[in-house]
């Protein structure tokens, strides 16, 4: 997967196992099929200040972005690191820098070449102000000097930028019809607007891959930007994700209490600020989901909060029992909080423990995790079963790498 290049690197990786080899307690869920109940974890390096993480379809290369603006690949297999150039310029600062990375299943191969490449970030605006957008590009390892991001658009921006810099979201989930994808926009902290549908915040959005607005949206007819929106009345979405019968959810932040995971419905509002089952920071009271029915109401709430960083649902046969469950990045909870997904109910079955913030969460081609904790120096976790005979075979070791170029 990768060249060797002029720039030597030292990276350590470390072993860790949570459960040792052998030790399963795994339970049966009731349809003859065991469910993988221990887990084992890999260190794979550290970044600074990860925010989230997307594999390059086909390949065993794990891309990173680092809050701070910088965008790293990471070869699974063999442990080699390199920096990707031509990351955008972001607004860096509170929640705000460089947010999501995501690339298109459709162009999965054993080789990289160029791979079309979707970011999201705080970008400034006039006087005070800034707000989340995403960009488009080409990300291109056939050059001599590395992989580059290259022709990076802004296809789409939260509409208004606004001061401050808290609750950008901006978490992308491409629809199963290949032909769309959804992204989340904040609230940005300013409550209100989330219920004022002339503007994009507080909403989740329905866009055509090039960014431009999707035809068949449930407000349509309402003229930009209220044609984008899919849903509304959220506040601070960071996770979002298309289970296995293709509905899509959204696990969002609550103020004081009243974490949710939401099944996304067209047109539908769900409540924020309205109602929450958590209360306002200085403890004023706010009107929980029971009291007004005309909300579309979470399928599950946390008080006390989970602090959700992202999600998945899980797709492989690694995680014996696991296929279909949302799999939840917790900051608070310090782990993965997994659901289970069975229709339009939703049930949490189980937390995993890792003992750090969690902020990102990816599948693996193998069906492997791979984590991301929160925070400078953040480690890199490869999860697997705790009786799974691979991870056994992985000793602790310092080995020095040839940096990476990734080409055709």
Request: charged share 20%; with cysteine.
């Amino acid at each position: 997967m990768f060249n060797k290049s002029k720039t030597m690197l030292t990276l350590s990786l470390a072993t860790v196992a949570l459960a040792s080899c052998g030790a399963s307690s795994d339970v049966d869920t009731g349809d003859g099929e065991a469910r993988v109940t221990s887990i084992s974890s890999e260190e794979h390096g550290t970044f600074n200040r990860p925010w989230a993480a997307d594999f390059i379809p086909g390949t065993s290369v794990l891309v990173v972005t680092e809050k701070g603006g910088q965008v790293k690949a990471y070869d699974t297999a063999t442990g080699e690191v390199m920096d990707i150039t031509g990351a955008p310029n972001v607004d860096f600062g509170g929640q705000g820098g460089l947010g999501d990375v995501a690339f298109l299943k459709s162009e999965a191969g054993a080789e990289i070449g160029t791979r079309t490449i979707y970011l999201t970030w705080a970008e400034a605006g006039s006087g005070d102000t800034r707000g989340a957008v995403m960009g488009k590009g080409v990300l291109d390892c056939t050059g001599d000097d590395g992989c580059a991001i290259r022709d990076l658009e802004v296809v789409w921006q939260q509409t208004p930028k606004v001061t401050g810099r808290g609750h950008y979201s901006h978490r992308i989930a491409f629809a199963p019809d290949g032909e769309h994808l959804f992204l989340t926009s904040g609230d940005r902290q300013k409550m209100e607007p989330a219920q004022d549908n002339t503007n994009t915040i507080g909403t989740i959005v329905r866009l055509n891959l090039d960014g431009s607005t999707a035809q068949g949206n449930p407000f349509a007819d309402q003229g930009s930007p209220t044609d984008q929106i899919w849903s509304y009345g959220h506040r601070n979405l960071l996770g979002i994700a298309f289970d296995t019968e293709r509905q899509l959810w959204d696990v969002e932040h609550g103020p004081a209490g009243g974490d949710e995971l939401n099944l996304v419905k067209p047109g539908q509002n769900y409540g924020w600020p309205t109602v929450s089952d958590g209360e306002h920071y200085n403890g004023d009271p706010i009107p929980d989901h029971d009291t007004a029915p005309s909300f579309a109401k979470y399928a599950i709430t946390w008080t006390p909060v989970i602090a959700p960083g992202d999600m998945i649902v899980y797709r492989g046969d690694l995680f014996s029992g696991w296929k279909g469950d949302a799999l939840i990045a917790g900051m608070a909870s310090r782990g993965l909080v997994q659901v289970e997904l069975d229709g339009e109910q939703a049930n949490e079955i189980a937390r995993h423990d890792l003992g750090e913030r969690i902020r990102a969460v990816v599948e693996g081609p193998d069906g492997a995790l791979w984590v991301l904790e929160d925070g400078e120096e953040a480690k890199l976790l490869k999860l697997t079963p705790a009786n799974w005979a691979g991870h056994c075979l992985v000793a602790q070791s310092d080995f020095s790498i040839d940096s990476a170029l990734l080409r055709a």
